[in-house]
């Protein structure tokens, strides 16, 4: 596959985000002693809100559960899990994969909205104004990388990490932007400068910066601070033209296709977070309010892509030296589940209380953490063993966001005070 390369932007393009770059020269970083801090991280995030009965919440004996039809429980790679004859993908993947995998059971966001159940799900917080686990994690264990964090596409919430990130857009507009094309495509086309009068706009700027840096004072600090940001920024765009953009193919490509310039750029050292959005099975999303079983085949699909996407992780080599997958721990998660009984329409609604799997690096897996009662609501639980507990915690978003941040090394007391990670999902 033929990869273009685009002309480097000029320092004037980029001097725009030049500000909020200067945020990501100094980030403070709490670190356990000893703590591994090059672990890479992959969200997945379904979008709509998926139906835990149809794989992680085996509730056959729950009487006002109404569980799928053609289904029963079973092992797959030593988790207790919904199987079906009508989702073979979703059993081959377990089969290969359960035993890196953990589920969480009992996940609690409290909301029915879908903005707020997203804001919930990736900050651990509702109010505005947090930043989330991905830019988090990106800023604080992965600020001196070129990408920190990269987000394919799916939701993003940012504060003071919003420097760590970057957006490739829905159908890799990033690419675009960085040959300059994107400028045709407005309301008012523009053209380019002719690359000499650019390179003169580019001299002068960079004349200028110099001097007042030489100056010293406040001014001549800010001024170096400037240049050193559009430096960086610059490096970065040239290492994200080596990511091969052009297997991007849209937003409705497959999941394992849309992930790969994710991977690359886990591959090639150049980033810490990567986001990338699962909207089911054709785009339909999976707000199944119309018809439930349409979760069999938005399963099916993310399943099916995310057994090519842990394959692509194990067989490709990471920068420490072993497969992708040895440094990587992927997160797929949904911002809502589905009621217990089904609607009018032979639906089910927006429900509080989901699950999320975590997959690979960090992971004690085989193994179903947390529960359900018979209601389809979680119970609490003991955090480092994960059964259920009367005295115990009933686990939510900003739970699951302490267990990554202590994965990453982090001290999660530092960032969500009083609330502990699992202990148990960890390895």
Known sequence: MTVHHPPRPSRRTLLGGALAGLAGLSLPRHLLAGARTDRRFLFVYCDGGWDPTFVFAPLFG??????????????????????????????????????????????????????????????????????????????????????????????GYTSSYTSSVVRLGDNGQVRRLLDGSTLAEGDRPMTPPPDAVQAAVDARLDARLRALAADGGAVGDFAAAQQAVMEKRIAA???????????????????????????????????????????????????????????????????????????????????????????????????????????????????????????????????????????????????????YDPAGTVITAAHLGATLLALAGLDPALYRPGIAPITGALR
């Open 62 to 155: 729950a009487s006002t559960v109404s569980m799928p039809e053609n289904s029963s429980e079973a092992e797959i790679g030593g988790l207790a899990l919904v199987d079906s004859p009508d989702r073979p993908d979703t059993r081959a993947f377990f089969e290969r994969w359960g035993p890196r995998a953990c589920v969480l059971n009992g996940l609690e966001i409290p909301s029915v909205t879908h903005e707020r159940c997203r804001q919930i799900l990736l900050t651990g917080d509702a109010e505005s104004g947090s930043d989330d686990w991905p830019s988090t994690l990106a800023a604080e264990t992965g600020g001196d990388l070129r990408l920190p964090c990269v987000v394919s596409s799916g939701p």
């Open 237 to 387: 765009a040239d290492d994200l033209a080596e990511v091969a953009l052009e297997s991007f193919s849209g937003a409705r490509a497959p999941l394992g296709e849309r992930a790969q310039p994710l991977l690359t750029c886990f591959e090639n050292d150049l980033t810490r977070c990567a986001v990338i959005k699962d909207a089911g099975r054709l785009n339909q999303r999976w707000d199944s309010h119309g018809s439930i079983g349409e979760q069999t085949g938005h399963y099916e699909d993310m399943f099916r892509s995310l057994n090519f996407v842990m394959s692509e992780l194990s067989s490709r080599r990471g920068p420490a030296g072993g497969s992708l997958l040895d440094e990587t721990t992927v997160i797929v998660f949904s911002e809502m589940g589905r009621t217990p009984g089904l609607n009018s329409m032979g639906g089910k609604d927006h429900w509080t209380w989901t699950s999320a799997l975590l997959l690979g690096a960090g992971i004690a897996g085989g193994q179903v953490l947390g529960a359900y009662d018979d209601g389809l609501v979680g119970v609490p639980i003991d955090l480092s063993t994960g059964a």
